[in-house]
């Protein structure tokens, strides 16, 4: 299984911009899709967790700001970022658990860098 996180970059205050992930390389359907971060000299935290029907549930920090979604493709994941902050800044990661096996999966991390 791998997971590709994709769609970070860097973007000023109050800019926006789109993460992806999919996951691939298995024949199971991961219901949940995490999206964490972790942020210079931090622990890694939660964002959003997007469920099979595309509800999502945030970190208060993100709420009101980002939106998470599923694509129409198997195991794609999207995270909306919008009126990006200077404390968004971080790795982000996407994360899916094997349902039968309770594995991990992580991918790569993308890394997302709000500045002036």
């Known amino acids: 299984v791998q997971l590709q996180a994709s769609g970070g970059g860097l973007v000023q205050p109050g800019g926006s911009l789109r993460l992806s992930c999919v996951a691939s390389?298995?024949?199971?359907?991961?219901?949940?899709m995490t999206w964490y971060r972790q942020a210079p000299g931090k622990q890694r935290e939660l964002v959003a967790t997007?469920?099979?029907?595309?509800?999502?549930t945030y970190a208060d920090s993100v709420k009101g700001r980002f939106i998470g979604s599923r694509g129409n493709a198997r195991n794609t994941v999207y995270l909306q970022m919008n009126m990006l902050r200077p404390e968004d800044t971080a790795v982000y990661y996407c994360?899916?658990?094997?349902?039968?096996?309770?594995?991990?999966?992580w991918g790569q991390g993308t890394l997302v860098t709000v500045s002036s």
């Open positions: 994360n899916a658990v094997h349902p039968i096996t309770r594995n991990e999966y």
């Open positions: 390389g298995t024949a199971i359907y991961f219901n949940t």
């Open positions: 997007i469920f099979s029907d595309g509800t999502t």
